[in-house]
């Protein structure tokens, strides 16, 4: 770059500027979550009178040298404005505009004042215009450029971090600035893949930790898009999505693809869950894989398997947006060969799963607290975890944790289990185990001594035998309706409360009869069908009410 060239530059700057050929481009830039487009980058232009088009690379460093570089950033952000207005006026709102600012912008006396005007011109409010700075800037002057970030910030204009990692990046600029989004650099996808990637998975999580937001530029391929989604990178910039495009063209692409902006009530919501971590690497899976990539000479990069999900619940319905890799292989311990296999599953409302998560999501919503549950299901204990993360009308994001027991807890927990039912046990009269497919069933606890009914020949015999013998004359036919396997299963399931109960007067081996309570539950097996019945006595005041119940409902079951 000689000298002359500078020169060149100067003269034909302001006539550019002038006539128009000065002129911002827009790339758009997409939350990983939802692949919309949240917001727009302007990067300036160059272009000939024979319509040939600079680059930055070409233009910048001689603007620079030159002096001039504030009136090419004013003349973007201007330009950025009318893009804003225009886009509001059409209907289709941006929620902002980002454009670059040069670190000579900051020696600049009237910088903070500039930029407020051109907003006012044009009626763009602070909160739409994000600054993006590198950090070289911060290393001059730091005491001007604190007194102007300060401003900015206290204006409501939110400044991003640009190219975090591209140079000499100092983790100091992170502790010294509240900067509202980390632009990494692109470099971190391209060279030393797989150190880069891991790095830029602990500098994410870092960001969110500080309660910084977190965008990846340079994203070119599929594999790298993916890869930023599961290191929990909240917005993606690059060719993968889209090249940087004339205002015509951005509006075309918006006109053609309704529903492709992303809306400012979702930009709240979605931020909010931008700042869970999913970056929680299981340390033993990730040592057993990491040696045994060793071994096999492969590389290796971590995956970022916390058993987490988000889970968004409307009105009626619940529906899996994101599950890490850890989440989707504790489904499959737990028999669903994918998360469309849980959905369904919590889909039918007559799962015992959508009561168990029903539950559990919605103590989560009324509470805004970890929710938990403990539950065995198909022989695999698990632990389910809930947090509401962020609302919006008629929707939720719920996070969920998701874990099977390993087997020594497993031990554990199904010694604890044995314990606390035994005592639990206690509470009833009698427990027996129905199972109707081979006409069995299996005494688990009586109180009283009662006989045993399962020498008969028949399940059939047993029952009728065990109705005479236990049962008050007057309920005996009630009880063997209540009993009857063949309805069993349907009236179980069209009980909004997932079982049956009625009350019968019994005597269960104690003589005299007396009222007891008996319920009938499905039990889940992965075998076969199992039912469950309790029968519990009646607390004395609540004799009469059975008494009146049942004269007044003589077919109650
Ligand atoms: P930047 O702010 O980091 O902008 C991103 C650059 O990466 C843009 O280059 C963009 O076209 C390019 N890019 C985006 N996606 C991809 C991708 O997937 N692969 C590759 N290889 N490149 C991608 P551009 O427009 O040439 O701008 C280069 C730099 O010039 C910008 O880097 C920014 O620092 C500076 N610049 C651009 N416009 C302005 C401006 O108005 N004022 C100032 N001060 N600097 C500007
Ligand atoms: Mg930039
Ligand atoms: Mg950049």
Redesign the pocket.
């Known amino acids: 770059m000689n000298h002359e060239m500078d020169t060149e530059y100067r003269n034909r700057f302001r006539e550019a500027l002038e006539s128009g050929l000065i002129r911002a481009w827009f790339?758009p830039v997409f939350r990983s979550m939802t692949q919309r487009m949240i917001v727009v980058?302007?990067?300036?232009r160059w272009f000939t009178p024979e319509e040939k088009m600079l680059?930055?690379?070409d233009f910048?460093p001689a603007l620079e040298r030159e002096g001039l570089?504030f009136d090419?950033?004013m003349e973007?952000l201007r330009q950025a404005c009318v893009l804003y207005q225009d886009f509001q006026q059409r209907g289709t709102p941006l929620q902002g505009v980002s454009?670059?600012?040069?670190r000579l912008d900051f020696k600049q006396e009237n910088l903070f004042e500039t930029v407020c005007a051109t907003l006012d011109r044009y009626s763009v409010p602070h909160e739409a215009i994000k600054l993006?700075i590198t950090e070289s800037m911060m290393l001059e002057d730091t005491e001007t450029f604190e007194k102007l970030f300060q401003e900015f910030s206290d204006a409501g204009f939110t400044i991003w971090l640009?190219?975090f990692g591209s140079g000499y990046s100092s983790l100091n600029v992170l502790q010294n600035y509240s900067f509202n989004v980390i632009k990494f650099d692109?470099l971190f996808l391209r060279k030393l893949s797989v150190r880069g990637r891991e790095m830029l998975a602990s500098l994410i999580s870092m960001a969110k930790t500080l309660g910084i937001h977190t965008l990846t530029?340079?994203?070119?391929t599929k594999e790298q898009q993916e890869f930023l989604l599961s290191a929990g990178c909240e917005a993606q910039?690059?060719?993968?999505y889209s090249k940087?495009l004339s205002r015509e063209k951005l509006t075309e692409l918006v006109d053609q693809n309704p529903g492709i902006l992303e809306s400012r009530e979702d930009s709240r919501y979605w931020d909010e869950i931008g700042r869970l971590n999913f970056v929680n690497p299981n340390p033993l899976k990730d040592f057993s894989e990491r040696r045994r990539a060793v071994m096999e000479k492969e590389a290796y990069v971590s995956s970022y398997d916390g058993s987490i999900a988000l889970v968004e619940c409307g009105r009626d319905h619940f529906e899996y947006i994101y599950a890490t890799d850890g989440y989707k292989d504790r489904l499959r311990d737990l028999g669903f060969a994918t998360v469309g296999g849980l959905e369904n599953a919590l889909s039918s409302q007559r799962s015992h799963q959508f009561l168990i998560f029903h539950k559990l999501v919605l103590d989560a919503l009324q509470t805004g607290l970890v929710q938990t549950v403990e539950y065995a299901y198909k022989d695999v204990y698990f632990r389910l975890s809930a947090l509401a993360v962020a609302r919006k009308t008629g929707r939720a994001m719920i996070v969920m944790r998701l874990n099977t027991f390993d087997s020594e807890r497993e031990v554990q927990t199904a010694q604890e289990l044995l314990n606390s039912s035994s005592a639990l046990l206690t509470t009833y009269d009698l427990v027996v185990l129905f199972y109707p497919e081979r006409k069995a069933a299996k005494r688990i606890y009586t109180a009283n001594n009662i006989a045993e009914y399962d020498r008969e020949e028949t399940f059939e015999i047993s029952l009728r035998k065990f109705c005479e013998d236990q049962l008050d004359p007057v309920d005996q036919e009630r009880y063997l309706r209540f009993m009857n396997f063949s309805t069993m299963e349907e009236r179980i399931g069209k009980s909004p409360e997932h079982f049956v109960q009625s009350l019968f007067r019994m005597r269960l081996g104690r003589g005299e009869t007396s009222w007891y309570s008996a319920r009938l539950t499905e039990v889940p097996s992965r075998q076969e069908k199992v039912f469950m019945l309790t029968v519990q006595s009646l607390q004395d005041n609540l004799k009469k009410w059975a008494e009146r119940l049942v004269k007044e409902h003589p077919d109650l079951t």
């Open positions: 790339q980058e302007a990067l300036a680059s930055p690379a910048i570089i090419l950033d973007i454009v670059n600012l040069s993006e640009d190219d692109m530029e340079g994203v070119e910039q690059g060719f993968y940087p």
